[in-house]
């Protein structure tokens, strides 16, 4: 069965009302709108149009036809005001019975009058399509048929009105709308937009070709990405070379990797004068914490962690694993400009103790819900 994919509307569908959507949620691709009849506007013309920008409908004209003085003139010039461009079609509706039996000579002057502003169509029943026109001519011609014929498909058309008056409306709309099929797909079909000519200029990329490195003026193998303006050499007769870019672009897939590395077993202790047996040697574990510097703690004892190193620059507030720090120098969100800080954690929070290495004064806060409270410092209460 043939499903429509347009329909024709007029002031006699009153667009505050008319479901648009619901039309093109049942397949209806193309919106054939009456924009003027006789010597004057249609009333909803305007109102029509806008909607069917607005829910992305394509959209084309038809003027109804009375053959009255400077009627094409009129129609033409009121099209052109209401935005029908050159890529739209736009329809002569010859079936009033007040007109001549002319009728083709009336179309051919209104197809003349047009010229190259629309694309031009016809719109009539089937039976005095075939009484006043010829067929073969209408096509040579390049003229879009659109046909009326309710009963049966008419057996020369482009597009074909398959129903009229009690066709019933689409969604909330119960009044009637004209069905059409348009079987060439014209109505609906997407123009071709014109490809712009780039002004961005066109770079031929230079891949593993001999060269002198711009940097360096190493001779050897390399990459340019503008044209040869910068050549940078990888492969050399001394070895290859790296940049920061090459570190950056493997560091995502090494990153993983790296917490997982395990030192050997350390050989067992000596005895010393007055010491006890050494113990077994332990497996430490290096890894970098959220605070970005390199840590090491042995996998028996998560929970127990060597200090590391001396920080002499960076900011307290991100470090945020089970560690101790010896900061000397200019670290931010500590207490004093040296001391030792120790960081606990448990889930999502945080703790941590600073020990001032010129006062032994004791300070302590902690992060909750992502929110560091201020330094307090602990009052230490003698033994005796």
Not at 77 to 89: E, M, P, R, V, W
Not at 130 to 156: C, L
Not at 310 to 338: K, Q
Request: aromatic share 14%.
């Amino acid at each position: 069965m043939t499903m429509a994919n347009v329909i024709d509307i007029s002031e006699y569908q009153d667009p505050a009302k008319f479901d648009y959507q619901a039309a093109k949620s049942n397949g209806i691709k193309a919106v054939i709108i009456r924009l003027s009849v006789g010597n004057r506007r249609d009333n909803h013309a305007a109102e029509h149009i806008a909607n069917c920008k607005k829910y992305g409908l394509k959209w084309h004209g038809y003027h109804y036809w009375y053959n009255l003085s400077g009627e094409a003139a009129f129609a033409i010039s009121d099209a052109q005001s209401l935005g029908l461009t050159s890529s739209q079609y736009f329809f002569l509706d010859m079936e009033d019975k007040t007109l001549s039996s002319d009728w083709s000579a009336q179309f051919e002057s209104f197809r003349s009058a047009v010229g190259d502003k629309y694309k031009i169509g016809l719109y009539c029943s089937d039976s005095p399509y075939k009484s006043h026109f010829d067929n073969a001519k209408m096509v040579a011609e390049g003229v879009y048929r659109w046909i009326a014929a309710y009963s049966y498909e008419p057996a020369n058309y482009d597009t074909w009105q398959m129903s009229g008056e009690g066709s019933g409306g689409f969604g909330s709309y119960t009044g009637d709308v004209d069905r059409d099929y348009d079987k060439t797909g014209n109505l609906f079909k997407e123009e071709a937009q014109p490809i712009t000519p780039s002004t961005t200029p066109l770079y031929r990329q230079i891949i593993g070709e001999a060269g002198y490195d711009t940097d360096s003026g190493i001779y050897g193998l390399g990459r340019s990405c503008d044209n040869g303006k910068t050549f940078h050499v990888m492969d050399t007769v001394y070895g290859r070379i790296y940049r920061q870019q090459d570190g950056d672009s493997i560091w995502p897939f090494l990153k993983p990797k790296v917490g997982t590395i395990k030192g050997e077993k350390g050989d067992k202790g000596a005895d010393g004068t007055n010491g006890k047996d050494g113990k077994d040697g332990q497996t430490w574990q290096p890894y970098i914490a959220d605070d970005g510097y390199w840590h090491i703690k042995m996998i028996s004892d998560t929970a127990t962690q060597s200090i590391v190193g001396v920080l002499t620059s960076g900011d307290a507030d991100i470090l945020t694993v089970n560690d101790s720090y010896r900061v000397n120098g200019t670290i931010s969100n500590v207490p004093t400009a040296e001391g030792l800080l120790t960081v606990r954690t448990s889930g999502t929070e945080v703790w941590q103790t600073y020990i001032d290495s010129a006062t032994a004064d004791c300070y302590t806060r902690t992060r909750h819900n992502g929110t560091w409270s201020k330094w307090r410092w602990t009052t230490q209460w003698p033994n005796s």
